[in-house]
């Protein structure tokens, strides 16, 4: 008994003198949180209007259509995957996801800075997809939930353990405010800055790092890391080197298994190797470093924390909720425009 009071008045004497030593998560013993309840994580439900079986009756081929054209496309180019997931992050997280990334023509999210890069060939993937869904159950499916299946199959088909995705969401009938494109987290952000942009969209600290976990596949432009360029690292020296020949050169964000969907991207933050500045500080704050050693020791908590933070971030919704229309002509243009599509890296575009 007098060791068990002895042992509480030092838990309280250390509370009063310093009280972040006991908010301050254990990283050489936390591999999971404690509300993950026998190492399961806590379900996340659909937002208000969707639904995981939505389509069941109405376009009962929808899951088998998808997963096929998606798994043709990757046999052929595996780069897709991660062109899918930077569209759904791109088009969830400024204004909901509602696939108002796809719309063309003037005022288009995908003529602003944050989105110039994105894969166009993922991009006409979605619009195939989209092709052969309504050519088998007519246009009952949205180009927004074509896009969030797409994604979760292409990362199934890369390594993941895939994961239920909620449907029934619309399109919408115009582009994203410009000013929520720009609140896309920038690859030079350090992690108290991706904090605070992540929780403006009720996404906390352990979704930041399982969703910043996709760059375990992908390459990026040497411009996105240009600014590490001056730091002292050999690994740094490396990357500057890998570029001075061709700036136009793609990096693998993974370094160690750049197109297999699985924890080594974490390993390699903790042996200082991550290509962004975003990435590579995460291991610098303590509110995301003990998630970052954590999934490096668990690849079945980063999968099934990757499943619930992609579930929440496609239950984003913007002001407006979940409104719009089903695109029955192009996942490019709201109906009753006309269309005018090109196929190669100089992009789309439609008109009135």
Known sequence: MA?????????LVAAV???AALSKPSTAFISMPTDHVGGRIPPVSPADGLAFNFHADSCPQLQDVVRSAVQTALQSEIALTAGLLRIFFHDCFPHGCDASLLLTGDGSELQLPPNLTLQPRALELIESIRAKVHAACGPV???ADITALATRDAVAFSGDQGYDVPLSRFDSLAPAPSSAVFDLPQASSNAATLIDVFQTRNLDNVDLVALSGGHTIGKSHFSSFSNRFSENSDFVRSLASNCSGDFNRLQDLDVTTPDVFDINYFTNLQQGKGVFT????LTADWRTEWVVNGFAGNHWWFFGQFAASMTKLGNLQGPQGNV???RRNSCFVRNGQSIITTTSDEGLSASA
């Open 3 to 11: 060791s068990s009071r002895t042992a509480a008045v030092l838990v």
């Open 17 to 19: 003198l310093c009280p």
């Open 141 to 143: 499916v949205s180009c």
């Open 278 to 281: 975003s990435d590579q500080k």
């Open 324 to 326: 719009g229309e089903i």
